[in-house]
Every structure is written in structure tokens, then in C-alpha cells.
């Protein structure tokens, strides 16, 4: 199986996630990494049996380029929040981009810099996604391990409160700190509330979570339901777009 890994706008993160299963990779004869920049000088840029993409597209140049990869790889898999939903660049998706984007860099710095930070599913088709912020490695090896043997890969749509329960973790919104972990699928193994933080939503949200509800109780208990998705890594995902941001 030939892998391409690709990088876009972001921040390098989540390719790291090829670095700890590089012991399992390497040593498959299934698997040839044929292009992955940032692990190797030897690339070859052909035709790729699973392209995993990182980052969002933010620039011309990453539009035609993210087509192009579509177009040489029979399967194109989404590797964290930045390319499944636009990362925490998209923030400037919500303001004034011009303002911004003068606030931050002096001069014409980017050439061609597109006004919003986009997932990659805007432009080409994604036949997987990996989400995360970084993306958790055992997902990526489920992944690679499902496509080898020709099965669809399991990718986990429970939410982070599942894994609070199994791990007995009290629960922060119950004792009155704000938690999107009963709309945001988990994949961390409930990180953050382990170490008594509310869930920042991370990973992104779950499809056809309650969102009515979580907000209602947000409200109830002054916390801002909508500042802390637009702030998060995964405020412009598709799905927030079609149903908190309508
Ligand atoms: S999803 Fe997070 S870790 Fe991955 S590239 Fe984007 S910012 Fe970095
Ligand atoms: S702490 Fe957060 S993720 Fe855990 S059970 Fe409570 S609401 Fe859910
Ligand atoms: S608990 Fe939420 S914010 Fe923390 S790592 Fe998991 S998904 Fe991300």
C-alpha cells in the first residue's frame, strides 16, 4: 500500500501521530511511505494508494493542490481538526479578515491567502476522518490496518462523557464548570476532565448530538455556549455550520 502524508496550513501536530507508530509502519512489508515531507528527503510524488492529509486550506495554491492529490489517490483520509474542519485558524472565518490579518502581519506577507480557513472536504471528497487536535495514533493505525485487510475502518462516534463514565471520572458539569464533552466524540480517552478541565471540544463534534440541550444548560449556568465553539479548534466544521452558525 503506497501512503502519501501531506501538509497544508497547520501546525505539523498531527503528522507527528506517523512518528509513534513508526515501528509498526517500517517494519511492514504491506506498507511503502512514498511521500512525507517532514519524516523524509526521499519522495516521490506519483500515484498513492492513502493520502492522509493535515491542515486547512487556506491559500490558491492549496486549493489546486489539495485537487490534485485527490485526483492521484484512490483514498483521501482527513488527519485532525485542521483539515477536517478549518483548525483554529478559522477563527478569522468569524471576524474581520482584513483587520486581522493587518493586525498580524505587517506587510503583504502571504500573497495569496483565501479570507477563510476551510476543511478539506469543501473542496475534494474525504473518504475518512481522523479528528483531533492532534489526532490520537491509534487511529491511524486502525486505518491503515482496516484498509489492508480490506475492512471498513471502526472510527469512534461515541461522545467524551462515555469514556468519563467507564473511567469513574466525576463529572465537571455537574459540579458546575462548562464541558462540551457530551457533544464532542471522544478519542482521548477523556483527557482533559481526567485532569479536572471541562472538554474545549477538541475532536471535534458528534453528528446529531443534542446541541439544544447542552446550550439550554450552558445558559442556565452562565457559561457561553457559542464563545467556546468559535474559539475551539473546530468552530467552522461543516457541521457546526449547518446548525449552530445557521
Ligand atoms: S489539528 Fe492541531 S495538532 Fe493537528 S495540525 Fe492542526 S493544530 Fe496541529
Ligand atoms: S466531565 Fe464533561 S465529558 Fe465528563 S461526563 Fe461530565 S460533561 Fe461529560
Ligand atoms: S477532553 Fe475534549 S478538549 Fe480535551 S483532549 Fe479530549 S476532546 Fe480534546
Redesign the pocket.
Known sequence: MKIGVFKFSSCDGCQLAFFDIAPEIINSEYIEISYFLEATSFNIYDRFDVAFVEGSISTREEEERIKDIRDRSKIVVAIGACAVSGGIQSARNFGNFEEIYSFTYRENYFKDINPLSKPISDFVSVDYTVR??PVNAEEIIEIITSLLLNKTPHINESP?CIECKRKSIPCLLVMGSPC??PI?V???G????SLNRG?????GPIKGANFESLRDLFKERGFNFEELIKTGFNAYNPYFRGVIWR
Not at 190 to 193: G, N
Open positions: 483531533g487536535c467524551v462540551l464533552g464532542t471522544d478519542g482521548c477523556a483527557l482533559c476532565p472538554c474545549y471540544g477538541c475532536f
